[in-house]
């Protein structure tokens, strides 16, 4: 079974302050993702990565940056918090190539910005 | 601008009854026509998927249908049970990078 863990599942940190989102995956996958979700706008793209140490640019990149050191693990930074990043944020994985199709996520993190 | 749009926002349906999902895309080059379910405190799962050179596929209780020139894909849901609710969300992708999903679907099921 495909597991993608996040470090937090509830988060309540003050305007201004740094936020890390921890991803991890258990099967080496090479491409991974952050995802934040907003009741009616779905699903944004924050950032993905498709290696270790790669990363592009998704939809909505601003005041956010990702970090990924080894390929099983994937963050997501808040440099400085703002309450309009209050969302749920998910992370994703999954295959390069013809497997990629399906994207496995992880439980979210839901983030409060006060 | 959302690449995917996807109606209604929100549905209730009676136990037995059917659950349709609606959802249009612009870009041609999307290739591959995924349909996620996700429950409350749980990340989204994949539920069935559809390649444009069909135009229905169907697992279980769950039928998609596809309409490559209107550009248009349904979710149906035959025989909905509570169990069934939950939040849909269709998305049009371009393997395995570019994913764009819809505004999404919260569905109530009723005993």
């Known amino acids: 079974d495909v597991k993608v863990t996040q470090s937090s599942r509830y988060l309540v940190k003050r305007t201004g302050e740094k936020v890390f989102l921890e991803c991890v995956q258990d099967?080496?996958?090479?491409?991974m993702f952050w995802y934040r979700q907003d009741p009616g706008l779905g699903l944004r793209l924050i950032y993905f990565?498709?290696?270790?140490?790669?990363?592009e640019k998704g939809d909505i990149p601003e005041g956010y940056s990702v970090s990924r050191e080894k390929k099983e693990r994937f963050s997501l930074i808040l440099e400085s918090a703002s309450t309009n990043q209050t969302s749920m944020y998910l992370c994703?994985?999954?295959?390069?190539?013809?497997?990629?199709?399906?994207?496995?996520f992880g439980p979210g993190t839901r983030l409060l910005v006060l | 601008q959302q690449q995917v749009k996807q109606s209604p926002q929100s549905l209730i349906v009676q136990k037995g009854g059917i659950s349709i999902i609606n959802c249009a895309y612009e870009n041609t080059a999307f290739d591959y026509f995924p349909w996620y379910q996700q429950f409350p405190g749980k990340g989204p799962a994949l539920l069935i998927a559809i390649r444009p050179d069909v135009s229905e596929k169907k697992e279980g209780r769950f039928t998609i249908s596809f309409n490559k020139s209107a550009k248009q894909f349904s979710l149906h849901i035959m025989d909905s049970q509570p169990g069934d609710s939950a939040t849909y969300f269709c998305a049009a992708s371009i393997p395995p990078l570019d994913m764009r999903f819809g505004a999404g679907t919260r569905l109530t099921v009723k005993p």
């Open positions: 994703a994985s999954s295959f390069s190539g013809i497997l990629g199709e399906t994207q496995y």
């Open positions: 990565s498709y290696d270790v140490k790669m990363k």
């Open positions: 099967m080496d996958h090479e491409n």
